[in-house]
């Protein structure tokens, strides 16, 4: 089984920066990618950025050259960083990971808790 747990969320004014963490743990043989989606109310879930096990990156255009995702492939962990933040980032923000379970085959999907993101004066 695999556990990823969020941290980071919270409250922010316009133009002010956040750092989402997500730490993935259990039997994990290999990630294969991991993301950052979001759930605003009244809308559908988005994905935000994702980078995959070679490294490269993708983000959403609504975030292009605000928001960086990256991570610390020893500690299973990615990062989002925020900047620049905007009232209609508020929503809850989670974690996703495609991850190959030691002793099982195929890829196997998990989703983190999610966490609060807020932007507003």
């Known amino acids: 089984q695999v556990q990823l747990v969020e941290s980071g969320g919270g409250l922010v004014q316009p133009g002010g920066s956040l750092r989402l963490s997500c730490a993935a743990s259990?039997?994990?043989?290999?990630?294969?990618?991991m993301d950052w989606y979001r759930r605003a109310p009244g809308k559908p879930r988005e994905l935000v950025a994702r980078?995959?096990?070679?490294?490269?990156?993708e983000y959403t255009d609504s975030v292009k050259g605000r928001f960086s995702i990256s991570r610390d492939s020893a500690k299973n962990t990615v990062y989002l960083r925020m900047n620049s933040l905007k009232p209609e980032d508020t929503a809850v923000y989670y974690c996703?990971?495609?991850?190959?379970?030691?002793?099982?085959?195929?890829?196997?999907?998990?989703w983190g808790q999610g966490t609060q993101v807020t932007v507003s004066s």
């Open positions: 259990g039997s994990i043989f290999s990630i294969n990618h």
């Open positions: 996703h990971a495609v991850v190959q379970v030691t002793g099982r085959v195929g890829d196997y999907v998990y």
């Open positions: 980078i995959t096990s070679p490294g490269s990156t």
